[in-house]
């Protein structure tokens, strides 16, 4: 099962690791993901959840938008405070040659553009940011997101390791965020620890954990959460029938003259919900 551990490093960092290979699995087989894409859509879930660890309040929730000029783009997920991860890619069937490291290219993938990043919590006005895209590899961008929008220091990594057949062997992320109490010296010598670890879903391959990562990086850390991780969506037939009804009377009348069933799709989920044409005349009562 996935999960995140949340803790801290005496008072110079906020530590948060994630594993996410169910998660990354249930979005491929559900949005019929490419390679490609299973790591570009996996990468962003892994990064909402990541940022959706501080959340406190039952409401909150964070959405993460990707829009690059690559053919995959936008790319969105959402994450909220249970970490309920969902998201989708414009285009799954993207796939592109291996980079010159030999990954699969999400940079490219991706694109250069613009990151939306939309926070929402109950009785505020949702934090809006914009950065411009930095690569495209989902995780030296949201770390440009949180250094320059949110004015919190951060490094993030983000990886999912793809199998020859497209299943998915190992997803995780880890996000550092400095805190006052953190020196230059510290901040210099933890970002060499994190260059040093190399691949982090080939670590989860073989056998790493969100605990013995931080372990690794640092001697001396307190873990102070842990918190359930799964790809789900909040979706429902009710919603969609809101959605039909609020079309209004006469775009409703020329749906049920055409005497089909209507069909619609949860973008989030590819959750398809069919709605009969009785049905539809009974929404026109309320329309
Ligand atoms: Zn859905």
């Known amino acids: 099962m996935d999960y ?26 559900r949005h019929n993901l490419s390679h ?17 660890s501080s959340f406190k309040s039952k409401y909150e929730r964070i959405l993460l938008q990707f829009r690059g000029d690559g ?22 069937k993207t796939e592109l040659d291996l980079n ?21 919590r109950e009785e505020y006005e949702p934090y809006r940011g914009t950065v411009p895209i930095q690569t ?13 929008s949110e004015q919190i220091p951060s490094a993030v990594g983000v990886g999912v390791l793809v199998d020859g057949s497209g299943f998915v062997r190992s997803a995780a992320g880890i996000l550092v965020q400095v805190m006052p109490g953190a020196t230059e010296n510290d901040i210099t010598e ?25 372990d690794q990086l640092f001697t001396n850390w307190t873990k102070l959460e842990e918190r359930p991780v799964r790809f789900s969506c909040d979706c429902s037939k009710e919603r969609f029938q809101k959605g039909l009804i609020s079309l209004g009377s006469e775009e409703l009348s020329d749906l049920i003259k055409k005497g089909e069933a209507i069909e619609t799709i949860c973008r989030f989920c590819n959750k398809q919900y069919l709605f009969t044409v009785d049905e539809m005349k009974g929404f026109l009562k309320k329309a």
């Open 190 to 214: 933890m970002e060499e620890r994190l260059l040093e670890l190399g691949s982090l879903s080939h670590r989860f391959d073989r056998g790493e954990t969100p605990v013995s990562l931080l």
């Open 36 to 52: 490609t894409a299973t790591a570009a859509l996996g990468r962003t879930l892994l990064g909402a959840g990541l940022l959706a």
């Open 4 to 29: 995140l551990v949340t803790g801290m490093a005496e008072n110079k960092f906020r530590l948060v690791a994630i594993s996410g290979k169910d998660t990354v699995e249930e979005a491929r087989i």
């Open 71 to 92: 053919p995959i783009s936008p790319l969105i997920a959402i994450a909220d405070r249970f970490i309920n991860v969902k998201g989708y890619c414009e285009n799954p």
């Open 136 to 148: 495209g590899e989902i995780g030296d961008d949201l770390a440009y997101y949180l250094k320059t």
């Open 100 to 120: 010159a490291s030999g990954k699969l290219d999400v940079g490219k993938a991706v694109g250069l553009g613009m990151l939306y990043v939309i926070r929402e």
